[in-house]
């Protein structure tokens, strides 16, 4: 599957306001919904249910739920091979556990849904390219 396929049902999702647990196009989306949503797009229905989860999941249980269900979906790549279309996964601190999503949508650009803004295409600024920690693709075709 082309990585552009991934970029383009990303890009759908600009200007679709941040709502946590959410996954409605143009309605409200959180980082989580955003990859929920593109997964929809390129192959129908989802994976898993997604279990209710509070903004402090991470913090309160310390594990990488994230990080496992990552796991469980996508195919892992080395984070050097992320190319467009592939998802990113990132700790907000080296000791948290992976909480935040993105696709990359360039050499040095990701799409993802920003807390108390909505879904926005930005660069990979050295914030981010310090807590990017993983990376997925959503197929090997």
């Known amino acids: 599957m082309s990585g552009m396929r991934a970029v383009n049902a990303a890009r759908r999702w600009i200007g679709t306001p941040y709502q946590h647990q959410c996954s409605a196009l143009g309605a409200g989306t959180d980082c989580l919904g955003l990859?929920?949503?593109v997964w929809r797009e390129l192959y129908g229905a989802e994976?898993?249910?997604?279990p209710p989860y509070t903004p402090d999941w991470a913090e309160e249980t310390g594990?990488?739920?994230?990080?496992?269900?990552?796991?469980?979906?996508l195919i892992e790549i080395p984070l050097?091979?992320?190319?467009p279309g592939d998802v990113l996964l990132f700790r907000m601190s080296p000791a948290a556990c992976v909480k935040h999503a993105a696709i990359k949508s360039g050499a040095d650009r990701m799409i993802h849904a920003y807390w108390g803004r909505s879904v926005v295409e930005t660069f990979l600024i050295p914030y981010?390219?310090?807590?990017?920690?993983?990376?997925?693709?959503f197929s090997k075709a």
């Open 35 to 37: 990859i929920r949503g």
């Open 47 to 50: 994976p898993m249910a997604v």
């Open 63 to 73: 594990k990488e739920t994230l990080l496992s269900a990552a796991r469980s979906c």
């Open 80 to 83: 050097t091979d992320a190319g």
């Open 128 to 137: 981010w390219q310090r807590r990017c920690v993983f990376a997925f693709s």
